[in-house]
């Protein structure tokens, strides 16, 4: 059997896990997340969430891929034949996500096109809904194909399947030694230029205020816990995969906790940079932040292209923004591609090529439903169901497993005997109380919510048909594959 792939350095595998946790989530939650909720005061159940849940599960999904030297189903094959189920099923909610996800880095290329020039006008909410997506009335009143956005998906469908078909070191190393460094260069040029902007100060001063009353409310805990989950790529089998590649002398625990610091940081520098420009925003329109602040799609897409309007040198602002938006989608569609070819190629011996190859064209495909008019209202549907519903209760399930049922000690004793520092009875009990109990409480409430409202305000049967048929679908479809008879992955092992 051929040896399995190697990252090059650890600098490299450290890169590639910071790409695949940074994303387009830390540019534009984390900052709204801390503004809602405290402000400065906001970073105490953050920074508590990232030692008890975030480093602890990056520690766990680390060691498991290294020891056993897999993709998902592969590991959770490898802990019992009867668990390959679950690897398939966050292979699954992985593709969802590559799918949709693409679009949104469409949108990114395409605006930092028109940054150059403010494209977007005077009314950037009229554009960016009606010129520019042709947003329809419903999700399933697809209209037209819009060009722009297929063109852009195909040229980062393109990307993407090159990074993968060069392999491990060669490919999504390579790419990531570049784009990561770049990402953080850029922001932090873009920080030097918007913090001595007019307002900016008290942009800053909106998101930092501590507010420390809100420590009193449990919800702000949960927040601060599932932002840590949704920013780290945990629980949907991509840190699975990613440290399979690892050599197998490899330090688990620094490697897993700089991870995690350098995600949180980076989040940390995009709530400087977006609330500087915020509070510019406000300085030069006599309004509040508070009235300009939002988060999601409006905010990088509507928000930020009209603050933009309002700067000193325009198309420099808004052409590194959209440019640090675009790399940090890239580097993470990369490693949610990469999770999903390499448990095929595990599963059933086939070429790096051939897989991805077959992976992005079916992605592909997919994604052109996504370029039309219906294609943001269903891509808002999938995301809030797949964030709030499937990756959720996939990490809940896997750390119940894990915890309650193979158990945490063998795991702990491999990842010490390769590791500087050494973690014990707290890293356990972190696993088996504190994240669960987190994880089990915002899952339950997350479906207590959509089943008391219907997100959105959408059609019930828009709903039942993109969103809550998801995990059901995604259950099926991983015991068809789970039951297939391996041809290569999990008959010999490496």
């Given at each position: 059997m051929a040896q399995r792939e190697q990252w090059g350095s650890r600098t490299?595998?450290?890169?590639?896990?910071?790409?695949?946790?940074?994303?387009?989530?830390?540019?534009?939650?984390?900052?709204?997340?801390?503004?809602?909720?405290?402000?400065?005061?906001f970073l105490i159940p953050y920074i508590f969430a990232l030692l008890t849940a975030g480093i602890p599960f990056m520690i766990l999904e680390f060691g498991m891929g290294q020891k056993f030297r897999g993709?998902?189903?592969?590991?959770?094959?490898?802990?019992?034949?009867?668990?390959e189920w679950l690897g398939w099923m966050q292979v699954v909610v992985a593709l969802v996500i590559s799918i949709y996800y693409v679009a949104v880095i469409g949108w990114t290329i395409n605006y930092t096109g028109f940054a150059l020039n403010q494209t977007w006008g005077a009314d950037p909410k009229a554009f960016f809904f009606g010129d520019y997506l042709g947003l329809s009335s419903s999700p399933l009143a697809l209209g037209g194909i819009r060009w722009p956005i297929l063109a852009a998906c195909t040229l980062a469908w393109a990307v993407t399947w090159l990074a993968i078909t060069s392999g491990v070191r060669k490919g999504i190393e390579r790419a990531c030694k570049i784009l990561i460094p770049l990402l953080f260069v850029l922001v932090l040029v873009l920080i030097a230029r918007v913090v001595n902007l007019p307002g900016a100060m008290t942009g800053l001063n909106y998101l930092f205020h501590p507010d420390f009353s809100?420590?009193?409310?449990?919800?702000?805990?949960?927040?601060?816990?599932?932002?840590?989950?949704?920013?780290?790529?945990?629980?949907?089998?991509?840190?699975?995969?990613?440290?399979?590649?690892?050599?197998k002398d490899s330090d688990i625990n620094n490697n897993a906790a700089m991870t995690v610091f350098i995600n949180c940081g980076f989040s940390l520098l995009a709530g400087i940079m977006i609330f500087s420009v915020l509070g510019n925003m406000a300085h030069a329109t006599?309004?509040?932040?508070?009235?300009?602040?939002?988060?999601?799609?409006?905010?990088?897409?509507?928000?930020?292209?009209?603050?933009?309007?309002?700067?000193?040198?325009?198309?420099?602002?808004?052409?590194?923004?959209f440019l640090c938006l675009t790399m940090a989608g890239v580097s993470s569609?990369?490693?949610?591609?990469?999770?999903?070819?390499?448990?095929?190629?595990?599963?059933?011996?086939?070429?790096?090529?051939?897989?991805?190859?077959?992976?992005c064209g079916f992605g592909f495909l997919m994604t052109l439903v996504f370029t039309t008019g219906g294609g943001l209202l269903i891509l808002d549907i999938v995301d809030h169901f797949v964030n709030n519903l499937c990756i959720l209760g996939l990490a809940l399930a896997e750390i119940l497993l894990m915890s309650y049922i193979v158990g945490l000690d063998d795991l702990n004793a491999h990842v010490n005997a390769v590791s500087d520092f050494k973690v014990g009875l707290a890293w356990r009990l972190c696993l088996k109380l504190v994240t669960v109990a987190v994880l089990g409480y915002t899952f339950v409430m997350n479906i207590v919510t959509d089943l008391g409202t219907p997100y959105g305000g959408y059609a019930q049967s828009d709903l039942a048909l993109l969103g809550w048929s998801l995990l059901p679908v995604a259950f099926v479809l991983a015991l068809v594959v789970s039951r297939r008879q391996a041809s290569y992955g999990f008959v010999r092992q490496n």
């Open positions: 490299g595998f450290v890169l590639a896990a910071v790409g695949s946790a940074i994303g387009l989530g830390n540019i534009w939650r984390f900052p709204y997340m801390a503004y809602e909720n405290g402000g400065g005061a993709s998902a189903p592969k590991v959770f094959r490898a802990l019992g034949g009867k668990w809100k420590l009193a409310d449990f919800t702000v805990w949960a927040d601060a816990y599932g932002q840590i989950f949704f920013s780290l790529s945990i629980g949907f089998s991509i840190m699975l995969a990613y440290s399979s590649y690892l050599p006599g309004q509040e932040v508070s009235d300009v602040a939002g988060a999601g799609v409006g905010l990088a897409f509507i928000t930020i292209p009209a603050a933009i309007n309002t700067m000193p040198a325009p198309a420099f602002v808004g052409t590194l923004f569609h990369i490693s949610i591609v990469e999770a999903v070819s390499s448990s095929f190629i595990d599963k059933f011996g086939l070429s790096r090529k051939r897989t991805a190859t077959m992976v």
